[in-house]
């Protein structure tokens, strides 16, 4: 019988670790994309403001 | 949107614990409602471990010929997800079909190893699908790795058979099938049935997980470019 619990120990924690491997990568996928998201969306807002300064700049040269 | 993304969860969750149910109800068949063999005892009862993950092992190689091939015909990237999640479910399944096997061994035949043919074949079949595990890792062009990969997959599911059938073609010392009681068989469909339920919810996660990842290389790839 102790070999057959051994065997079931040896597959459950296998299971487990494959797992828990799963889990922390999962964890780390959800920042990855939460960080590259801010990050576009901070690119953008950024893209956005410069593009208004221009076209401010633009239309004070044009009056002047 | 949302409502359908709660329902989906909903859905995960319920056959989650329904593969869950399943699979504890076969192990304590497996440890208290299944008789004891009269030659060789309670370590039989591995049988009942070591045949379900085999199983599994042969269906997700399989599974991952099947993905590889299809991504040839269709060159889409979630075909090759669904490859890698099953190889690497398999790739556990197979090793620790060699160990609960070995263990078993040990008390049944006094050996932990021996070039039977079938125990051969299926030390053939974990060494091809590690070799195509690392052959994965090793190669960054995602087509280029999905096509290696997908040929790799598509030759080492040859060996499937002659894992199957080696008992029948060659002798050999691993029993064919053996005859069991009504009441074993039960326990052993039941655990084959739990632990492939559980196994291939984990591999349905897996591949998601595996999407994932390719849109994280998208998203680096526009912050990168400054593509909004």
Same mark, same amino acid.
């Given at each position: 019988m102790?070999?057959?619990?051994?065997? !079931?120990?040896?597959?459950?924690?296998?299971?487990? $670790? !494959?797992?828990?491997?799963?889990?922390?990568?999962?964890?780390?996928?959800?920042?990855?994309?939460?960080?590259?998201?801010?990050? $576009?969306?901070?690119?953008?807002?950024?893209?956005?403001?410069?593009?208004?300064?221009?076209?401010?700049?633009?239309a004070r040269a044009q009056a002047a | 949107m949302v409502k359908k993304a709660r329902n989906r969860a909903k859905g995960e969750v319920v056959a989650l614990?329904?593969?869950?149910?399943?699979? =504890?109800?076969?192990?304590?068949a497996a440890c208290f409602v299944a008789p004891t063999e009269k030659t060789m005892g309670g370590v039989q009862r591995i049988m009942y471990l070591h045949v379900a993950v085999a199983w599994f092992a042969l269906m997700a190689f399989a599974?991952?010929?099947?993905?590889?091939? =299809?991504?040839?015909?269709?060159?889409?990237?979630?075909? *090759?997800?669904?490859?890698?999640?099953a190889a690497e479910l398999g790739w556990v399944c197979c090793s620790l079909m060699l160990l609960t096997g070995s263990l078993?061994?040990?008390?049944?035949?006094?050996?932990?190893?021996?070039? *039977?043919?079938?125990? =051969?074949?299926?030390?053939?079949?974990?060494?091809i699908y590690s070799g195509y595990l690392i052959v994965r890792s090793s190669v960054e062009e995602?087509?280029?790795?999905?096509?290696i990969s997908a040929v790799l997959?598509?030759?080492?599911?040859?060996?499937?058979?002659?894992?199957?059938?080696? =008992?029948?073609?060659f002798r050999g010392i691993?029993?064919?099938?053996?005859?069991?009681?009504?009441?074993?068989?039960?326990v052993l469909l039941l655990c084959v049935a739990g632990l492939s339920a559980f196994l291939?919810?984990?591999?349905?996660?897996?591949?998601?997980?595996? *999407?994932?990842?390719?849109?994280v290389g998208l998203l680096r790839a526009r912050v990168q470019d400054r593509v909004f």
């Open positions: 102790e070999t057959f619990v051994t065997a !079931y120990l040896v597959v459950w924690f296998s299971l487990m $670790l !494959y797992m828990l491997r799963m889990g922390l990568k999962q964890r780390e996928l959800a920042q990855q994309i939460d960080e590259l998201l801010r990050q $576009l969306r901070s690119d953008r807002l950024a893209a956005d403001d410069l593009a208004e300064k221009e076209d401010e700049a633009h | 614990v329904g593969a869950s149910l399943l699979l =504890t109800a076969g192990l304590v599974g991952t010929a099947a993905g590889g091939a =299809t991504y040839l015909v269709r060159r889409n990237l979630i075909w *090759d997800a669904w490859a890698q999640a078993w061994a040990r008390k049944a035949w006094g050996t932990w190893w021996t070039w *039977d043919p079938r125990l =051969t074949a299926a030390f053939v079949l974990w060494g995602p087509h280029q790795r999905a096509r997959a598509i030759v080492g599911v040859v060996d499937i058979p002659l894992v199957i059938l080696a =008992t029948r073609w691993h029993p064919a099938a053996p005859q069991m009681e009504p009441s074993m068989r039960a291939s919810l984990l591999v349905w996660q897996r591949q998601r997980q595996l *999407d994932h990842e390719r849109l």
